[in-house]
């Protein structure tokens, strides 16, 4: 018998499959990250588990060691998280490597996503995304971040505490004041709220700690432009010819009669140019 992921809801208890209630009902035992949470959504559906169990980051390790064995001797558990799919930013994806290790059945249902609904709420959906759980706490961590994503034609997707999302916001806006961001908060609840707009902006409206949880969703940088592309590629024909034995003013003057392009420019990106080959 397998292993069995049960998505709750990221909110509104409504927001659960028939599937999920029924193996929930079913399951010999089913693996809760608080069993408060849970029994809470079983009362509301009328669903009477077997027995809950709790498991969550703290007993992880004990758990697992434990329900291996159960796994291996027919039972059939459901592992539920306090909000949305286990293993994913909640407990979950230890248990599910160790019981496929074991060569054991597991099955992943399907279900309610904060990652997703954020991102379709946002309007800032693209043909790929990226999730980066939550935000690095240290600033210095999040300006590299806010660095490595002004290089992404795509969005992301971030958790965050409402504690620290003024300070994550105001440090995003310096990196990239127009960047595109929706602040999604208590989604699927009865107060849901979106916020879209600028880096800016945002920030500017969140310059307090709100209440409840965050998701992040930050748009995607603008695609270089044909001009942009021109201009690099003017920059490292500079570049070039330097490593071929010609003087860079030479260089640059050369490049800059054939392409039209500044020629201080084109010498002040040259000096840069080795740099962000060896990057």
């Known amino acids: 018998m397998p292993l069995v992921v049960c998505p709750t809801p990221i909110g509104n208890l ?22 408060r949470r849970t029994r809470v ?36 558990l459901a592992l539920a998280s306090d909000a949305g799919l286990p293993g994913v930013n909640d407990p979950g994806a230890r248990l599910v ?21 954020a991102l379709v709420a946002s309007g800032l959906v693209g043909e790929r995304f990226t999730f980066l759980g939550y935000l690095p ?3 210095v961590e999040r ?6 994503l002004a290089g992404w034609t795509w969005p992301a997707v971030a958790f965050e505490s409402p504690r620290r999302l ?28 979106v916020v879209r707009g600028s880096a800016s902006d945002v920030a500017a409206r969140f ?10 969703v930050i748009g995607a940088a603008p695609a270089p432009s044909a001009d942009d592309a021109d201009a690099a590629d003017a920059v ?16 640059a003057d050369l490049v800059a009669r054939l392409t039209g392009a500044p020629r201080n420019a084109l010498y002040r990106g040259s000096l840069d140019e080795p740099m962000r080959r060896r990057t």
Not at 100 to 117: M, N
Not at 143 to 148: F, P, S
Not at 236 to 251: F, H, N, Q, T, W
Request: charged share 35%; hydrophobic share 45%.
């Open 207 to 216: 310059a307090e700690p709100p209440r409840g949880e965050i998701t992040l």
């Open 143 to 148: 300006d590299r971040l806010w660095e490595e």
């Open 14 to 35: 409504e927001d659960v499959t028939l599937r999920a209630l029924r193996e929930l009902g079913e399951a010999d035992a089913v693996l809760c990250e608080d069993t």
């Open 137 to 139: 706490r240290r600033a």
């Open 236 to 251: 490292s024909a500079v570049a070039e010819l330097v490593a071929a034995g010609l003087p860079r003013r030479k260089a």
């Open 41 to 76: 959504l079983l009362d509301r559906h009328g669903i009477r588990a077997r027995a809950l169990v709790s498991y969550h980051r703290m007993n992880e390790e004990a758990r697992i060691a434990e329900l291996l064995p159960r796994l291996e001797a027919g039972e059939r």
């Open 166 to 193: 003024p300070a994550s916001l105001a440090s995003l806006a310096a990196a990239g004041p127009d960047r595109p961001v929706a602040v999604c908060r208590e989604l699927t609840k009865r107060f849901e709220e």
């Open 97 to 117: 490597a160790a019981a496929l290790d074991r060569g054991l059945e597991v099955t992943v249902l399907p279900g309610p996503s904060a990652v997703e609904t």
